[in-house]
């Protein structure tokens, strides 16, 4: 128990916590310096009342951002099993944990946990946003924004003040003069109050998300799936196939929704659903779309080592580094003659997943194995390969194999097993 404590309390030597602390601190200091100039506590009551909530928003912001991490989203527990053996074919099997993830569970990459109703990762609070802390990192967002609308009213009216207090000496006012800039505290103004600004409109657009995926019940990965299951349907319906409209699960009604954030009750693991829906309506789509992605997958050939660098300009090139892909998915570091997994292309990047020798599964299996199997790596370093009994030990030539695909036709062209279909945009 004094261990998983000491491990959450880490959380706080991180960048995203760090940063959050020292704006927090910089912005408040200056907030309550140059209040004390334009409207002091003493001077009346509502400037005591705008002082203490000064102090109340900060308060409040910093608990439930240190309740956030601490808290965590919900984990659920390593090797979990349904209660029923026969569910189990209804779950994905998580590697990892060496357990199988339960509805609206989620494998972290970062905290190396499945968590349950896991909406994303913050880097922020250096922890994922779930089942259990999703209400406390609402009301962070909430308050910091009350309280950096208050910070930037307040910074913004004396350096008005600060400013024109020449124009107010040459009109006599010497009762409006009350705010003294000096080099420091007008450096200081304007740094914070460009954080404020820009950390308003950073929080207003995660509360707008937080907000839908409140009101809706469906978290940012959840809404993924959605998508992709209505693609799904599209996809078949224009080939002829017809597959079941799928009815989102976990939407029982705005009111409902927002008491099973607010007020969370249960277990992480099973859920209130829609009528006509199961535990495992969401779960099974999962899989539908888990089987679809395996028979679009194609298998690829390393024909030279990738470092796993996220900017491999001297290895692999310019082109490589300036169109790298946008998504903060890892880079994985392949050899020659390692076989991989395709299952997103781009220009200039493959996305996939390496194949593991027995050794490295044997590793895998005991939670020894470093370094990421599944990811992004450059597209030079593969060729694609199409001969399901094309020898393991054979060396492709890159320009000899883009001849042989647009010379050979006819016959030898029906008969090659070529795996390449359309991917999901």
Known sequence: MFCDWLNELQRFLHWGPLIVFSLMTCVTWTTVHVNAMWWPPAESFNAAINFVLIVLLNLITLYHFCMSIVVGPGLLPKHWRPENPEDEQFLQFCKVCDGYKAPRAHHCRRCKRCVLRMDHHCPWINNCIGWANQANFFYFLFFFMLGSIQSALIIGFSCYEGIYR??????????????????????????????????????????????????????????????????????????????????????????RNILETFTPSGDGINWPVRPGCDQYTMTREQLAQKEQKRARTRTYRCIASATGYWLPIF????????????????????????LVQVTRVQEYWL??????????QKLQKKHQLKGHIRGWFPRCCAVEQFDEDQSAGDTVDVNHNTDQKKTKTGSKTKKRKTKAQHFFP
């Open 166 to 255: 020449r124009a107010l000496l040459k009109q006599g006012d010497t009762d409006g003069i009350r705010v003294v800039m000096t080099l420091r505290s007008a450096m200081a103004c304007m740094y914070s109050l460009g954080i404020v600004v820009g950390v308003l409109l950073a929080t207003f657009k995660l509360m707008q998300l937080q907000i839908k995926a409140i009101i809706w019940n469906l978290s940012e990965i959840e809404g993924w799936i959605v998508k992709k299951a209505e693609y799904r349907r599209y996809a078949s319906s224009s080939i002829g196939i017809a597959i079941p409209t799928f009815d989102y699960p976990y939407d029982m009604g705005v009111w």
């Open 315 to 338: 290895s692999q090139g310019l082109m490589a580094t300036i169109c790298m892909p946008c998504a903060d998915d890892p880079r994985i570091v392949v050899h020659k003659g390692d």
């Open 351 to 360: 996305y996939g997943e390496r194949v593991l020798s027995k050794r490295e």
